[in-house]
């Protein structure tokens, strides 16, 4: 399975855009690109996914390179109810599954 | 209902008793994960449950830990004679299928377990 790599941390100022970056170099043809957000002591909640388009939705688009192998979660106006945990996950199959193996994620910080 | 639910919401338990927590997926979701998340760790998949193949327990830490998925539907996740490492939250998330079209995975709000 793909890892990823994401940032410890960012902040981003109340109002601007929140550009999270994630590295999956290893990503194979069938994987898609998943972000989910945790905030403190909540489940985690589903952002975006994508497989190789650009991806937009009424939380975030999702900007994935031509060769997949990186990909940027674009907040376009953040607030400070932004402030998370945001994990990137490359989705593999096992057997018949597909699941979301959880990295250490970036924690965003907007601030007023 | 409208989303993954899970109870109960918290549970304070006595080490080396049993503990059951329950999940209702969404409506028509065939697929059902359970996840565990230690503090200040990320997300450890324990089982995984689709339709009425048999579950993946890769993830099951030892032989404590058992689930089970009755009609399809609501899962429950038992730990024996729980231990004070057991502590954590318990997270199960539902999709559509499991298969290859990249279904949205919906998780609930989890378990806070605590042993003492």
């Known amino acids: 399975d793909a890892k990823t790599t994401q940032p410890t941390s960012m902040d981003c100022a109340e109002g601007r855009a929140a550009n999270l970056p994630c590295n999956h170099s290893?990503?194979?043809?069938?994987?898609?690109v998943y972000w989910y957000r945790q905030i403190h002591s909540q489940g985690p909640q589903y952002i975006i996914h994508?497989?190789?388009n650009n991806e937009t939705n009424e939380m975030a688009s999702l900007i994935i390179t031509e060769d997949r192998k990186s990909s940027t979660l674009i907040l376009p106006h953040a607030t400070l109810r932004d402030t998370a945990v945001y994990y990137c996950?490359?989705?593999?199959?096992?057997?018949?599954?597909?699941?979301?193996?959880f990295g250490s994620g970036t924690q965003l910080t907007v601030l007023p | 209902g409208a989303g993954v639910s899970q109870s109960p919401s918290n549970k304070v338990t006595e080490k080396g008793k049993d503990v059951e927590l329950r999940c209702d997926p969404i409506?028509?979701?065939?697929?059902l994960y359970w996840y565990r998340q230690s503090l200040g760790q990320g997300l450890e998949f324990l089982i995984y449950?689709?339709?009425?193949?048999?579950?993946?327990k890769s993830g099951l830490p030892s032989d404590r830990f058992s689930a089970e998925r009755t009609g399809g539907s609501v899962s429950t996740l038992t730990i024996q004679r729980t231990q004070q490492e057991d502590s954590a939250v318990y997270l199960c998330?539902?999709?559509?299928?499991?298969?290859?079209?990249?279904?949205?995975?919906?998780f609930g709000e989890g378990s806070w377990l605590t042993v003492v």
């Open positions: 449950f689709q339709g009425n193949s048999a579950p993946d």
């Open positions: 996950i490359v989705s593999f199959l096992s057997g018949s599954a597909r699941q979301l193996t």
């Open positions: 994508g497989l190789k």
């Open positions: 998330a539902s999709s559509l299928a499991g298969g290859v079209r990249g279904n949205t995975i919906y």
């Open positions: 409506s028509g979701h065939t697929a």
């Open positions: 290893t990503i194979s043809g069938n994987e898609y």
